[in-house]
T-cell receptor, first 114, second 112 residues
Framework: DGGITQSPKYLFRKEGQNVTLSCEQN?????MYWYRQDPGQGLRLIYY???????QKGDIAEGYSVSREKKESFPLTVTSAQKNPTAFYLC?????????????FGSGTRLTVV | KNEVEQSPQNLTAQEGEFITINCSYS?????LHWLQQHPGGGIVSLFM???GKKKHGRLIATINIQEKHSSLHITASHPRDSAVYIC??????????????FGKGTKLSVKP
């Protein structure tokens, strides 16, 4: 079955370390997105990509980096510059370039920085 | 003011009750989505609407474009419906047309 796979589900890191979250989809979707979720807040967009080798900053891109070398993969790196990295991270994809179609979400990665 | 507002924030119901969750938005949109997030965190897309009404099983979603308002109804609610329900819209503006703007979610708890 097609879908999005995020790994790992839980991740613990020491302060000051970079960490990379994986997101893979086998839906042949053009667009992929990374969102951050904090308690009591709506999901906020970190980065998105509508085509291979191209990506755009979202509302809260500072302290994060991404790459889109393959259509299927959109990894997110949380760098040491991110001041408050502990959060729940969700990856999503959509079929249309403008993303106005249906979305598929991953199961998320909960990152805890200690 | 948030561009997407949901009410109520929290909702507790008895099994069998009819439930309504509301969503109001202040931007032009191309589509509105209702999403379900279970305690484990993964999100499932329930509906995508641009007009009218959609039904899937015990779930019904409606949208009124003129009033910029949508509702999600659950008939004959069941404890397994307990989850956070999130309203999100595709803004119909600028370079980020494909991106979703999310409400903060409504936490539903259905008691047996």
């Amino acid at each position: 079955d097609g879908g999005i796979t995020q790994s790992p589900k839980y991740l613990f890191r020491k302060e000051g370390q970079n960490v990379t979250l994986s997101c893979e989809q086998n839906l042949n979707h053009d667009a992929m997105y990374w969102y951050r979720q904090d308690p009591g807040q709506g999901l906020r967009l970190i980065y998105y990509s509508q085509i291979v080798n191209d990506f755009q900053k979202g509302d809260i891109a500072e302290g994060y980096s991404v790459s889109r070398e393959k259509k299927e993969s959109f990894p997110l790196t949380v760098t040491s510059a991110q001041k408050n990295p502990t959060a729940f991270y969700l990856c999503a994809s959509s079929v249309l370039r403008q993303g106005a179609g249906g979305y598929t979400f991953g199961s998320g990665t909960r990152l805890t920085v200690v | 003011k948030n561009e997407v507002e949901q009410s109520p924030q929290n909702l507790t119901a008895q099994e069998g009750e009819f439930i309504t969750i509301n969503c109001s938005y202040s931007v032009g949109i191309s589509a509105l989505h209702w999403l379900q997030q279970h305690p484990g965190g993964g999100i499932v897309s329930l509906f995508m609407l641009s007009s009218g009404k959609k039904k899937h099983g015990r779930l019904i979603a409606t949208i009124n474009i003129q009033e910029k308002h949508s509702s999600l109804h659950i008939t004959a609610s069941h404890p397994r419906d307990s989850a956070v329900y999130i309203c999100a819209v595709n803004g119909n503006y600028g370079g980020s047309q494909g991106n979703l703007i999310f409400g903060k979610g409504t936490k539903l708890s259905v008691k047996p």
